[in-house]
């Protein structure tokens, strides 16, 4: 048989093969934890910003939940308001009523006393 040509049994592993084995998966284990400590990263401000923006979302209820109570106050106070000025409407325009008929009653009363006075107007018969 030609010497290099034939088949050796397996040789054993050299120590630097071993050696590069072992830093690829030293390699392999520190990519690995770093994936990992991203993705947990990531969760985490995940998590961070749903809860912010549970957060800005209940606020924002808030705020117009509050909106809707300050606008029925005011409505409320408006209708109040108006029912109040036409009650003050009411008694003025009742009142002015009441100054013309007692000017009229005191001018003819004035003008009844001038009669009498001057003897003037119709005599009774």
Known sequence: ???????SPAKPARKSDTRFERKMAKSAERRNRRMADIRAKTARREAKSARHSAALDRESRRFRAGLRRFAAMAAKDDRGHRKRC?????YLTRLAAAQRRTAESLADLIASMR????GGG????
């Not at 036409?86 to 009411?90: A, V």
């Open 1 to 7: 048989m030609i010497e290099g040509l034939t088949k």
């Open 86 to 90: 036409r009650k003050i409407e009411g």
């Open 115 to 118: 009669r009498d006075r001057s």
């Open 122 to 125: 119709r005599k009774a018969v």
